[in-house]
Structure formats: structure tokens, C-alpha cells
């Protein structure tokens, strides 16, 4: 049986990447987690998709940008937000009311749903309010209704928002049970939102101290057909302020240089977002843009490559990415995978099949089978032990003519595989 030993010289002008890692992340069964990452350490933060409901910005000292959590799994009840213009708290509110529905914007985090409407144009114009710079604060003049996730509807005004400390009321449409929230941002250092759940009737503080992506679903607008654009709840990745990515399309993976794509880079939260990945309507099979990678510039001044290689859709949550981080170098690097690996046996085969697969060091392998068009078929991640390895994959029963791709992280290995 022939070995394949991977060795190769390389002269790197620019830039070059450290040995690649396998990382996993998820948004749960169904959608209904959400997740943040931070892309350095691997550290990974999880919470509940519907654990909060609106949140505030706090990373500013005069930013006034209100959310709403559009995180819905896919068999929860989404959240809605009605903005039912300016008015007095005071008077009792019908669903007739609700016409104007309003999303977060999945651009920035500078501005949510409830900023909305704001004339860009007017700087004191923050959409729920207006700002006063004598007093420093933003005063609210906008009501809105909510409807929460167990369709209960109520109504919110967001008060004013005084230097740090934000406050806000809200009660049932008629005006009972009305309740009144106040809190002080700077009690959020370093955090991007402070959170407020109707179900607790508290604050919460969800965020690690750092985080460069988060997991989640979110509402984006979508073509739905020749000048029919809809707003569609979506699963993706969105970037955290002050990280900057740029995204490189029809290349390989491999061998693409950073350096080739610095003026690309954009500080939009959604350059990731949620289409690495497509489904087939017919089939409902998820595939991925395997010749795209994404370059992050963190804000810790480090970048990274990722690359995306698979999805296992709404039955577990999980995404399956290659990272690597990207450095400068002016010199001949000789890289040499600690690894053997043999080839594919039997091959042909009736869909049992192993390989041999002998490392230096313990770690990860992505073993995946593609069609000769690119739609991939199987894909496992396979944890690997120091020495000799036996890879088995069994009952895989479809004929034809194949790939079999394998990826350690450092290095893509490929054979023709034929299944009888």
C-alpha cells in the first residue's frame, strides 16, 4: 500500500498561515442557541436563544441603539416590534394598530430596531428619541408594541437615556400592569449589549468580556422574486465591533495570500452572514461555497483565515470550519505535514472502506466524499490518536464515481474513490 508523505517549499513574499485548526461551533438542535466566539483563544460562550428579548448598546457614551432579539428557533415564536409613532403612553392600544413592523439592522451594531426611521440626516435623530446636547441626553417620543414569543402583546416607550443610565416602561395594550426599568450602562464595561428579559422582568449581563463573532439567527432582507424583497429570519455569523473581515471568492482555499485582499476588507457585522451555505429546495441537502474563505482582522490586531467546509443543518446546529492565523514573512518556509497516509482500501469497494493514517501529533481529521461536481455527500469529523490510525467508513452504499477528501488542518489530501 502506497503512503503519501506531504512535503512542499514555499516562498512567502507577504503572508502565510500557521497550521491549520479544526473548530467546531452551534447554534443547537433547532436554532435555539446562540453563540459567541472568540477567534484566538477558541473560547466559546453559549447561551439560550430566547433567554432576552430587547437590548441596549453600552460600548458608547452617547450611543443609543435599542434591539430587539430576533433569535428565533425554528419552532419558537419570533419576537415583533410595531412602531406606533409618537403618542402618549397613556392611551390604550389595538392590534389594528400594528401595521409597521420594524427589524434590526444587520449592518452595524450601532443601531437597532428601535432606531428605525431616524433621519440620518439629524444628528440628534436616534428613532425612538431625540438628542438635547444641553442636557446630554436623549429623551423618547416614539411608543412601540411588542409581541413576545408567547404571543402576549404589550406596549414600551423607551423614556430617555441620561449620560449612562437608560430608562424605559411598558405595560399590557390598555395600560395595565405597567412596570419601570432604569439601569446604567457603565455597570456593562466592554460589552456590547446590556440585555432586558419580560419573562425575569430583569437585566442580564450575557456577553464573555470577548468575543468576535457571534452564531445566531437574525432577520435580513431577501429577494423573493423579480422586485419583491422580504425580510427572512436567518442563521449566520455577525462580527462584533471593531473586527473587520474580508471575503475571498473562487480561489483555493489553500494556497490564497491574505495580502491579495487587504482593500477588501469592511467593518459590516454581516460580510459572513448566512450565505457560506446553500439548500437544495428539492433535496434539502445543505452545501457549502467550498472555494470562499473569509480573512478576520481582529481587535486584538491578529488576523485569521477561516474556512467553511461543513453544515449539518437544523438537526444539530453545527458548522465545521478550518482556521488558521495569518502572519508576514520574507523567507523560504519549508513545511512538512507529520503524517502519512495511505490510500483508500478496497478500492473499488461496495461502501466499506479504510485508510491508514499515521501522525506525530493527536488532533482532528475531516473525512468527506464528494461528487465529481462538487456536491458533497458525507462528511465526519474524526477525532485521530499519536501513531497509526485504521479510518473505517462503513455502509456508504451510493455508486459511483467519487472524492474523498481529507483534512487534517494542516494539509487537504484527495483520491478518486469508486463505490460498486
Known sequence: ???????????????????????????????????????????????????WDIAFTVFGFQDAGIFINESASLMGEEIELYDLGAGNFSTAVTEADLTNRIYNNDKSWQSGAFNEGRD?????????????????????????????????????????????????????????????????????????LAYYSFDSEEML???????????TRYSTYLEAGPDEIINYIVTGILTADGVQVAQADGIDPVSVSESDYTSDYSSSTDVIGFDWK????????????????????????????????????????????????VMTTSTYDVFESNTTIGNAYPNPTHGTFSFDYETEKAGKIVVSIYQ?????????????????????????????NYFLVLDNGERVYSQQLIIK
Open 1 to 51: 500500500m502506497r503512503l503519501l508523505i506531504i512535503t512542499f517549499f514555499a516562498l512567502i513574499t507577504i503572508s502565510t498561515v500557521s497550521a491549520q485548526e479544526i473548530d467546531q461551533i452551534s447554534v443547537g438542535a433547532g436554532y435555539g442557541l446562540q453563540t459567541f466566539y472568540d477567534v484566538d483563544s477558541g473560547e466559546k460562550t453559549v447561551i439560550d436563544g430566547d433567554q
Open 120 to 192: 440620518p440626516a439629524d444628528f440628534s435623530d436616534f428613532g425612538w428619541g431625540f438628542y438635547n446636547p444641553a442636557t446630554m441626553s436623549v429623551t423618547g417620543v416614539k411608543m412601540f408594541a411588542l409581541k413576545l414569543r408567547n404571543g402576549k402583546m404589550i406596549k414600551l416607550q423607551i423614556e430617555a437615556i441620561n449620560l449612562t443610565e437608560y430608562t424605559f416602561k411598558y405595560a399590557d395594550l390598555d395600560g395595565s400592569n405597567q412596570k419601570s426599568v432604569s439601569f446604567d450602562k457603565s455597570g456593562y464595561s466592554g460589552k456590547h
Open 205 to 215: 449581563d450575557l456577553e464573555p468580556d470577548g468575543w468576535d463573532l457571534t452564531y
Open 278 to 325: 446553500d439548500i437544495d429546495i428539492a433535496t434539502l441537502q445543505w452545501s457549502l461555497v467550498l472555494d470562499r474563505v473569509y480573512f478576520i482582522k481582529t481587535d486584538e490586531n491578529k488576523t485569521y483565515k477561516l474556512h467553511f467546509i461543513d453544515f449539518e443543518g437544523s438537526s444539530t446546529g453545527i458548522t465545521t470550519f478550518e482556521k488558521s492565523e
Open 372 to 400: 465529481l461536481d462538487g456536491k458533497k455527500l458525507y462528511s465526519q469529523v474524526m477525532d485521530t490518536h499519536v501513531g497509526r490510525n485504521v479510518i473505517s467508513i462503513d455502509d456508504f452504499t451510493v455508486g459511483g
